[in-house]
């Protein structure tokens, strides 16, 4: 006696259960991608503005550097501060500038675990010249 296997099935049942949480991990991917990309821009764009004003000691100088640096991110999710502020500034004093961005999360188990909103920080430290 003979007997016949049919796998077919069995690979679809193993299928089915794995597509769920390959698909989960792949778009976690994305939203790390995401916020590690942000993370780039924002440090790099707080060290240019830091060393603007390190330079020239003009506060607006250092937020051309920012809108420069940040035009890629939605300016209304864009928030920066420079501290200290032009007039207490002195040469020889260190100038601050904290650059944070709010990133939606988009994968729906992630963004339970992490919240719908991510806020993803650049910081830059130097000295006025």
Request: aromatic share 6%; proline share 3%; glycine share 4%.
């Amino acid at each position: 006696m003979k007997k016949i296997f049919n796998n077919r099935g069995q690979s679809m049942v193993e299928f089915t259960l794995i597509l769920p949480i390959f698909l989960i991990l792949l778009l976690g991917m994305f939203d790390t991608s995401r916020i590690l990309s942000t993370k780039i821009v924002l440090q790099n764009t707080a060290r240019n503005a830091a060393r603007v004003v390190a330079v020239t000691n003009s506060d607006s100088s250092a937020i051309s550097e920012i809108d420069l640096g940040t035009a890629s991110l939605d300016p209304n999710r864009l928030n920066y501060t420079i501290t200290p502020s032009e007039s207490y500034r002195s040469v020889g004093e260190n100038v601050t500038i904290d650059i944070n961005y709010t990133i939606d999360i988009n994968t729906p188990i992630i963004s339970n675990i992490l919240g719908e909103n991510v806020v993803v920080s650049g910081k830059s430290v130097m000295r006025v010249e």
